[in-house]
């Protein structure tokens, strides 16, 4: 009953923080986040999971199970539960939720409570979407969590707020809507041979080859079919090039605490799907599809570095570099080895943490001098010390330094894809992506010489003066967690490994 | 007349008590009507309303408990078999008198300024008690009769405020498209007689069996056809639903676009399966399964492109109503597929489901109408703020209706294209499927305008109109409850079978 508690515990938090008169809003709403973070702390002391939820033969923690629309042919049940891929994702959201709360302080100064209601529904349907094992009920959070995001960019964005939130909304709505039909066509060719929609039944009931044809298609063809229509869906949400056009527009136009949600856990939806459907449900055909998916990360990568270093934006130029950074992620999936779909995982998590920092740091710097534009700003690092000091080190997390998450992350990735002996010529794609952090290098370093060094010069009619310490104290934890994940990547890559080590199997991969 | 002895009750009430949920109502109507004769000139706003709603709840409460206890398990024929009480009436005169309470509820507050409350109240429950009859019907005559008390009684209240040029017009409008599918209906029926002998839905299937004159027979089923699709404001018969429900009192632009059409379709339902049974008419060359199938991608697609270029929120709202018609109307269109019980129940449990939310989406109408609040979109930007509440809950309806999981308009629909593919119709399905995606683009852009945009005018909030506001947030709860909740579409499956049994 824990994960249902979780759930049910930020459901109420939302609607008491909406409820919450607007001078109390922001100290009730970071008080209440604080519930969920106790929340995945306490259930990771009882965590005890072995193996991959989907698969036969595990442990899944915090499973519960109960009978809700018994529908012919499929029925429909509340199945939740946890696995060393869930879990690490779960703890993410918990903790970059109150951080991202606090960081709304100083930028949201309107419709206070409804803001951080929505904030709250939002985190809801992330532990909903990462611990749901009912597909039914998995896309019921996975669709609740469009609806507060839609909200938080077209009403407290920038500008050009409206056009950046109808294009998110429409963008993954479509997404959706093909990702629904491909594995309703998956749950046809499957016919009597399931009989709900339970994630890990549908799974091994297609590892058992128990997938037909439909309506005149062969299995084979049908199972293509299926995984080009759910890969589509959440290349969006990662987002994969070409599909990627949405993310930029709607980063720019969020405001800071939605931008480290939205990069932090939202990104994190579509690996994180793509892990379970397509890598774990339809492992086969990724396999037979490796060259295409990774040459669609490795492109990734390279293509989002090269936009990053073409904007003026600080906030674009981190929002550019999100499409690198899940480009890797791809990579190391696609690899079906344990470093490459452990060190994607545990990337997931890094780059959480990371690109919400950075975000973060941008924000802080706005807040003090209203502008983004490299152009506008240099030498700021005398006058806002702290900030710029942390801004460098993120910067230094996100180019892959030893000692912080990001560097264990993607050397797991690189060692993972290397080794690959599903992917051909794997070295050649791994030697390309890595190129990758050359470029990322160079656009972060040549942003910070810029804005943050030299004399002092300021573009705007703002005073800049030291950003308030509530400002401050979130970059602190996130950095103190980007290092102690660095030096300790045990801390969750155990886990991650128990529940990656089957899918590895499945290939017969090492 | 001759009360035929049904079949043993489970609760054994004598036969006629079995009606009780609909006698209530009659009774509940005339008392209003009572009340209001006595001192014409004052009216007592919250007393008519108690009034109503008392009546209605207490059809509602019976209904309930009726359903639960198992009356009419087996159908309970009464008054020589004209009526018929089986879990199917009860489970429509459910939706019904909820849509009706939701409404007296909301009209509360709508009516404050306005003269003749009484007779707007009487009529109202007087409506509501020809769609629970409606339900009951089990002669065609019956049927005729009900959709003829309840339409009356609706033309009435579309004219309701008759000072308001917009509202007389739309009454006039409704009244002369009305009449004219009142007498195709009712000519229709009385070709059925001719060619089977019978009124009464089993033996008009009896006759059927052995009639010769196949021609006649046809021509009548199809003028049932189009009596059908007026009352459901099914393509092509769908003219005046704009029309009435923009120059309605929004209130009753709920009823009629959510109680009347579920009572429409329960008609449908009841006729086609019992009088028209679909193997007898298909081997006289009749399909009237055909029929549906045009009607109901015509109208899945004609309401929802319609609906998309709309430029007034209730305008908006009639043609999304008409797109709605266009997906229940599957329930009939995918018969004979052997998956009969499912998609007859699924059609069921998205009119039962769209009661709430759609009939919530117009009593937000209604609010805006009470605050002096425009028409169009533009209007509507920005209400968010002056009522937050009530935009959550209008959010959660639009939503909902757009089959986005967060109400229980996406597992309705979910379960309804679902059946259709299990009986072989899988095209029927992609058109709802299509349509569906279209109408979140339209839907999203009234969300929009309430929750994003700047407001452009301020609006008076000085008085609260908490009856209303109860009747919204009532709708938003049961709209979002019925999606952990929906577990209920077995009873409509249960009830579907028994049509079929």
């Known amino acids: ?510 | 007349m001759v009360t035929q002895m049904a079949q043993p009750l489970v609760t054994q009430p004598s036969t006629w008590i079995a009606l009780a949920p609909v006698v209530i109502l009659a009774m509940a109507s005339f008392v209003l009507f009572l009340a209001d004769s006595i001192d014409p000139g004052e009216t007592n706003n919250g007393l008519l309303a108690g009034l109503s709603l008392v009546g209605i709840l207490g059809a509602l409460g019976v209904a309930v408990w009726y359903f639960f206890a198992g009356v009419g398990g087996e159908g309970v024929s009464l008054l020589g078999d004209q009526v018929v009480v089986d879990g199917m009436s009860l489970f429509f005169t459910f939706v019904v008198t909820s849509v009706a309470a939701l409404v007296v509820l909301g009209s509360y507050d709508y009516l404050h300024d306005q003269p003749h409350k009484g007779e707007f109240y009487s009529l109202i429950v007087l409506a509501t008690t020809g769609m629970a009859l409606m339900a009951n019907a089990n002669s065609l005559v019956v049927a005729f009769i009900a959709i003829e008390l309840s339409s009356l009684s609706s033309f009435a209240l579309v004219a309701f405020l008759k000072h308001n040029r917009g509202s007389v017009e739309a009454g006039l409008k409704y009244f002369l498209i009305g009449a004219l599918s009142s007498a195709i209906l009712v000519y229709g029926i009385s070709l059925v007689y001719a060619t089977t002998g019978s009124l009464q839905l089993d033996a008009v299937a009896a006759g059927v069996a052995e009639t010769d004159n196949v021609g006649v027979l046809g021509v009548g089923v199809l003028m049932v056809v189009g009596g059908v699709a007026y009352k459901t404001a099914s393509v092509p018969f769908h003219f005046w639903a704009p029309e009435a429900y923009e120059g309605a009192p929004a209130p009753v632009s709920a009823f009629l676009s959510s109680a009347s059409k579920a009572a429409g379709f329960v008609v449908a339902f009841r006729v086609f399966v019992e009088a028209f049974p679909l193997d007898v008419l298909t081997g006289l060359g009749i399909d009237w399964v055909l029929i549906f199938q045009v009607l109901a991608v015509v109208t899945m697609l004609v309401g929802n492109f319609a609906a998309a270029m709309q430029e007034n929120v209730k305008r908006m709202l009639a043609y999304s109503s008409v797109g709605h018609a266009g997906y229940v109307l599957i329930g009939l269109a995918a018969l004979g597929g052997g998956n009969d019980v499912a998609v007859m129940g699924a059609a069921m449990m998205h009119l039962l489901v769209y009661g709430f939310m759609n009939t919530g989406a117009f009593l937000f109408v209604a609010l805006a109408e009470y605050r002096g609040v425009g028409r169009t979109f533009e209007d509507y930007n920005g209400m968010w703020r002056q009522a937050p509440i009530a935009s959550a809950a209008m959010t959660v309806f639009l939503f909902s209706l757009a089959g986005l999981p967060i109400g229980g308009g996406f597992l309705s629909k979910y379960v309804l294209f679902t059946a259709a593919i299990g009986a072989g119709y899988w095209w029927l399905a992609a058109v709802g499927a299509l349509a569906s995606a279209l109408s979140l683009f339209y839907y999203s852009r009234l969300a929009k305008a309430i929750l994003i945009e700047d407001p452009i005018h301020e609006f008076d909030v000085s008085r609260q109109p908490m009856g209303l506001y109860a009747a919204i947030m009532i709708a938003a709860i049961m709209t979002i409850a019925l999606l952990p909740a929906f577990p209920v579409v077995d009873l409509a499956q249960a009830a579907a079978a028994a049509l079929f049994a």
Request: aromatic share 14%.
């Open chain 1, 1 to 510: 009953m824990l994960i249902e508690t979780l759930i049910a515990v930020t459901f109420v938090a939302a609607l008491v923080v909406f409820l919450t008169p607007e001078a109390y809003a922001p100290q009730v709403a970071f008080a209440l986040s604080l519930l969920p973070l106790a929340g995945s702390l306490f259930m990771w002391t009882g965590f005890d999971a072995s193996g991959n939820a989907l698969l036969e033969g595990s442990t899944v923690a915090f499973e519960s199970q109960a009978q809700w629309i018994a529908l012919d042919p499929y029925a429909i049940n509340w199945y939740v539960g946890l696995d060393g891929v869930s879990f690490p994702l779960l703890v993410l959201t918990t903790v970059l939720v109150p951080l991202a709360i606090m960081s709304a302080w100083t930028p949201i100064t309107e419709r206070i409570s409804q803001f951080y209601g929505l904030v709250l529904f939002m985190e809801a349907s992330l532990i909903g979407v990462f611990t749901a094992l009912d597909f039914f009920v998995w896309f019921v959070f996975w669709e609740a969590v469009l609806i507060p995001m839609y909200l938080l960019i077209g009403v407290w964005g920038g500008p050009r707020r409206k056009y950046a939130a109808i294009k998110f909304f429409v963008y993954t709505n479509v997404a959706s809507l093909v990702m629904f039909i491909g594995f309703i066509a998956l749950l046809f060719g499957l016919g009597d041979s399931v009989t709900s929609f339970g994630m890990p039944e549908i799974t091994q009931a297609i590892h058992a080859g128990e997938l037909g044809g439909f309506a005149g298609l062969s299995g084979d063809t049908l199972a293509l079919a299926a995984f080009i229509a759910i890969f589509f869906g959440f290349a969006v949400k990662v987002p994969i090039f070409p599909v990627h056009t949405w993310l930029p527009d709607a980063h720019v136009e969020a405001p800071t605490p939605v931008s480290v949600l939205l990069a932090g856990v939202l990104l994190k939806m579509g690996t994180y799907a793509l892990l379970r459907f397509n890598f774990t449900m339809l492992y086969d055909v990724a396999a037979t599809l490796a060259v295409p998916i990774a040459a669609l990360g490795v492109f990734s990568v390279i293509y989002g570095a090269m936009l990053a270093l073409a904007q003026q934006d600080l906030k674009r130029i981190v929002a550019y570099s999100s499409i690198s950074s899940m480009g890797y992620v791809i990579l190391g999936l696609v690899a079906f080895t344990v470093y490459g779909i452990g060190g994607a995982t545990f990337q997931m998590v890094a780059h959480g943490l990371i690109s919400g920092l950075m975000f973060m740091a941008v924000g802080v710097i706005y807040n003090a001098t209203h502008t983004r534009m490299v152009g506008d700003i240099s030498g700021i690092a005398d006058r806002m010390p702290i900030t710029v000091g942390i801004l460098i080190a993120a910067a230094f997390g996100y180019m892959g330094l030893p000692l912080m998450a990001g560097f264990a992350g993607e050397f797991m990735i690189f060692l993972g894809a290397f080794q690959s002996t599903v992917l051909p010529s794997a070295p050649i794609f791994t030697a390309i992506a890595m190129f990758g952090i050359v470029i990322v290098a160079g656009y972060l370093l040549f942003a910070m010489q810029r804005t943050l060094f030299g004399e002092f010069r300021l573009e705007t009619d703002y005073e800049v003066t030291r950003a308030p310490l509530h400002d401050i104290v979130p970059l602190f934890v996130l950095i103190g967690l980007i290092i102690l994940l660095g030096v300790d990547p045990d801390i969750f890559f155990t886990m991650i490994q128990d529940a990656v080590d089957p899918i590895v199997e499945l290939g017969g991969g090492a």
